[in-house]
């Protein structure tokens, strides 16, 4: 069971908008920042959203990321059939001296 | 090319050990964490614990407390992940990445992973 939770899926066509949740606590998201990372399977997790909102170089705008309180969301916009991935939510967890992922969220463009 | 490099799959059978490494390039191997997370087969990521090449310390998650040894060789810049007592439970994709520091920061840089595959 993760520390953090996120819905196991979610689902779009090409062009809607979707959004994913990450809830945690104040000894991880509550006290520091999110980071957000895609996932295809067979490759390396890639960074998408750090410090909350922040897209690293190479990250199209279509990504955003927000945050508020114990809980941080992850939205795309103009939904792309290679957007097709797992997405992470993460955060360093002080009480543990490390850092805490979310279950994973399965996108799937339809 | 700012980069971690791993080493390949390896196959072990259950009671065994497994010794994984993660060369840096292009970046200052010393300036980073580098942790170690792992995906076992339809799982999420887990966090496995942490080495600071600068000083060689490092941090294990309470799961693999005992069972895991982080280390490194500055020299050729590279960490090396080893997990003990293997069971098939640790089958699974392990990744180094590297993070500037613990709070604040992300991974930014990721290997391109090693299948462990315990099996007797």
């Known amino acids: 069971q993760s520390v953090l939770t996120q819905p196991p899926s979610a689902s779009g066509t090409p062009g809607q908008r979707v959004t994913i949740s990450c809830f945690g606590s104040?000894?991880?998201?509550?006290?520091?920042?999110v980071n957000w990372y895609q996932h295809v399977p067979g490759a390396a997790p890639r960074l998408l959203i750090n410090?909350?909102?922040q897209r690293p170089s190479g990250v199209p705008d279509r990504f955003s990321g927000s945050k508020s309180g114990t809980s941080a969301s992850l939205a795309i916009s103009g939904l792309q059939p290679e957007d097709e991935a797992d997405y992470y939510c993460?955060?360093?967890?002080?009480?543990?001296?490390?850092?805490?992922f979310g279950g994973g969220t399965k996108l799937t463009v339809l | 090319q700012v980069q971690l490099v791993q080493s390949g799959a390896e196959m072990r059978k259950p009671g065994a050990s497994v010794k994984v490494s993660c060369e840096a390039s292009a970046f200052i191997f010393t300036d980073y964490f580098i942790h170690w997370v792992r995906q076992a087969p339809g799982q999420g990521l887990e966090w496995m614990g942490w080495i600071t090449p600068n000083s060689g310390a490092t941090h294990s998650a309470q799961k693999f407390q005992g069972r895991l040894t982080m280390t490194r060789d500055t020299s050729i810049n590279t960490a090396y992940m080893e997990l003990s007592g293997l069971t098939s439970d640790d089958t699974a994709i392990y990744y180094c990445?590297?993070?500037?520091?613990?709070?604040?920061?992300?991974?930014?840089?990721w290997g391109q992973g090693a299948l462990v595959t315990v099996s007797s």
């Open positions: 990445a590297r993070r500037w520091n613990k709070s604040f920061y992300s991974f930014d840089i």
């Open positions: 993460e955060a360093w967890d002080d009480s543990l001296n490390g850092p805490v």
């Open positions: 104040r000894f991880n998201i509550g006290s520091g920042i």
């Open positions: 410090n909350d909102h």
